[in-house]
């Protein structure tokens, strides 16, 4: 069975500082990783996907991702904070064994960016 | 560049009614799915559809629940009557095929059963 974790509800991170929200998880075969943003009353947006190859992905808006296939882990990271990057992000996965289409999602992480 | 979209963005029905939300996918995608949210909670996986089929469904899509693509660029989702659970934000998404295609998402439509 597929399942992701988000051991935080809420990361505080101070303008310019790096930032890392934190995403596990647990397939049976090989994973298909994604990374989310969900701003308030907006649907969620595609921030950066790991599929195979170079273990650290970039994405939008100056994001990016390590895939560690030891610890099964999959965190989002920013050099440096800014306030807009106040949101809700999710974590998700798709198991490449299964054959299906669907996303599991992690319960969100809402991450708060102080001036 | 393309978006998925949704209406309405809000409804509000009593318990029992039917309720029919609708999605327009981004027009050259071929897989649709819906997701819910229920506040609070983490978003989850109802049904995709492929080639004017459901391809993979959830435990919660029950038999209240139905899809359709009625017309080349519509893709809907009925709940036929409406229990007060079914409160939550319902997205639907899109994507290209291959099994590696990102799924793209709309903006939601919350409903609210009273």
């Known amino acids: 069975a597929q399942s992701v974790a988000q051991p935080e509800d809420q990361v505080n991170v101070a303008e310019g500082n790096p930032l890392t929200v934190k995403c596990t998880y647990s397939?049976?075969?090989?994973?298909?990783l994604f990374w989310y943003v969900q701003y308030p009353n907006r649907g969620l947006q595609f921030l950066l996907k790991?599929?195979?190859?170079?273990?650290l992905v970039k994405g939008s808006y100056g994001f990016e991702a390590e895939f560690n296939k030891s610890q099964t882990s999959f965190h989002l990271k920013k050099p440096s904070a800014l306030v807009s990057d106040s949101a809700l992000y999710f974590c998700?996965?798709?198991?490449?064994?299964?054959?299906?289409?669907?996303?599991?999602f992690g319960t969100g992480t809402r991450l708060t960016v102080i001036p | 560049e393309p978006e998925v979209t949704q209406t309405p963005s809000h409804q509000v029905t009593q318990m029992g009614q039917e309720v029919i939300l609708r999605c327009v996918p981004i027009?050259?995608?071929?897989?649709f799915y819906w997701y819910r949210q229920i506040l609070g909670q983490k978003v989850e996986f109802l049904v995709s559809?492929?080639?004017?089929?459901?391809?993979?469904k959830s435990e919660i899509f029950d038999d209240q629940f139905s899809v359709e693509r009625p017309d080349g660029s519509n893709f809907t989702l009925k709940i036929r009557s409406t229990k007060l659970e079914d409160s939550a934000m319902y997205f639907c998404?899109?994507?290209?095929?291959?099994?590696?295609?990102?799924?793209?998402f709309g903006p939601g439509t919350r409903l609210l059963v009273l």
């Open positions: 397939v049976s075969g090989n994973p298909y």
């Open positions: 027009s050259n995608h071929l897989y």
């Open positions: 559809f492929y080639n004017n089929e459901i391809s993979e």
């Open positions: 998404a899109s994507s290209e095929p291959g099994q590696v295609s990102t799924q793209y």
């Open positions: 998700a996965v798709r198991d490449l064994q299964t054959g299906a289409n669907n996303l599991f």
């Open positions: 790991y599929i195979t190859g170079d273990n």
